[in-house]
């Protein structure tokens, strides 16, 4: 049985994000799950285990912030190591997620996070400012320094740990259209559809274990959650273009560079 063929097998019973995002860590603990890269070098990488840990740890402390089931927390990170982490985080703590596109208007972006009755918003120290004060933003920074010294809180999330269960009709992530309307609605989208789009995604695209996807769609758009499930499928390591990288030849380099397999064209 291959190691993809491994995964569809275990998480057929995986009907939540955060289901999905342990399955592949116990697939391929010691894999490369993210790595970030310009073109002309490697900055920085987290094995699947590392990833694992960050993000428990800081789905811990968003638990104590009161972020569950049922909420939704603003992800103002621009294409990153850090945006994944958080992203990560906040499946583990229940409560889905909306990105945040730094570079929309501020009138887009307040009503983003009205609309969605945001209730917690994460960013990184360096971006803070280009963020709205219209909700309560906790840097990533801040949190993952509260929890350094906790080993316990490694532990694996499970429901006890929540501010409620989670469940699969429960919210997992918003996405408003890119240059759509500044007022439009986002569109929600539950946990239930998620492990058959992964599953499909898998099948038809052959990605394995020893897989690369590339990250490369801003972490506002559908795009990066296919790119999402695509790694999370096989537990294939997502190479995360920085946001620097905007010309062909560039990401050319970057591709060859970091042995990309699957690049995700949307």
Same mark, same amino acid.
């Given at each position: 049985? @291959? ?12 009907? @939540?994000?955060?289901?999905?995002? @342990? =399955? ?16 002309? +070098?490697?900055?920085?990488? #987290?094995? &699947? ?8 740890? #800081? ?10 089931? !049922? ?18 985080? =906040? ?8 990105? *945040?596109?730094? !570079? ?11 609309? $969605? ?5 994460? @960013? ?14 906790? +840097? ?33 992530? *918003? ?13 929600? *989208? ?7 789009? $992964?599953?499909? /995604? $898998?099948?038809? &695209?052959?990605?394995?274990?020893? %897989? ?8 506002? %758009? ?5 790119? /999402? ?15 620097? *990288? ?21």
């Amino acid at each position: 049985m @291959t190691a993809s063929a491994d995964f569809r097998a275990g998480w057929r019973r995986a009907f @939540t994000l955060a289901r999905l995002m @342990t =399955v592949a860590v116990e697939l391929n603990p010691e894999g490369v799950g993210v790595v970030f890269a310009d073109g002309e +070098s490697t900055l920085g990488l #987290l094995s &699947y285990a590392e990833l694992d840990r960050r993000s428990s740890r #800081l789905a811990r402390g968003l638990i104590d912030l009161g972020v569950g089931p !049922g909420s939704v927390v603003a992800v103002g990170i621009p294409r990153s190591i850090e945006a994944v982490v958080a992203v990560w985080a =906040v499946a583990k703590a229940g409560a889905g997620f909306v990105v *945040v596109d730094l !570079g929309d208007s501020a009138e887009r972006v307040a009503h983003i996070l009205s609309d $969605c009755a945001v209730a917690l918003g994460l @960013t990184v120290e360096s971006e803070r400012g280009l963020l709205p004060d219209l909700v309560r933003w906790r +840097s990533l920074e801040s949190l993952e320094g509260i929890a350094a010294s906790d080993d316990e809180l490694d532990d694996q999330i499970i429901n006890g740990d929540r501010v409620r269960p989670l469940r699969v009709a429960d919210t997992a992530y *918003v996405r408003y259209a890119s240059g759509s309307d500044e007022m439009s609605n986002g569109v929600v *989208v539950a946990h239930a559809g998620l492990r058959g789009v $992964c599953e499909q /995604l $898998c099948i038809q &695209y052959g990605v394995e274990s020893g %897989s690369r996807v590339l990250q490369y769609a801003d972490p506002s %758009s559908d795009g990066f959650m296919v790119e /999402l499930l695509l790694a999370l499928g096989s537990g294939a390591a997502m190479v995360i273009a920085a946001p620097g *990288v905007v010309g062909s030849d560039e990401l050319a380099a970057l591709m060859r560079r970091e042995r990309v397999t699957h690049r995700f064209l949307g």
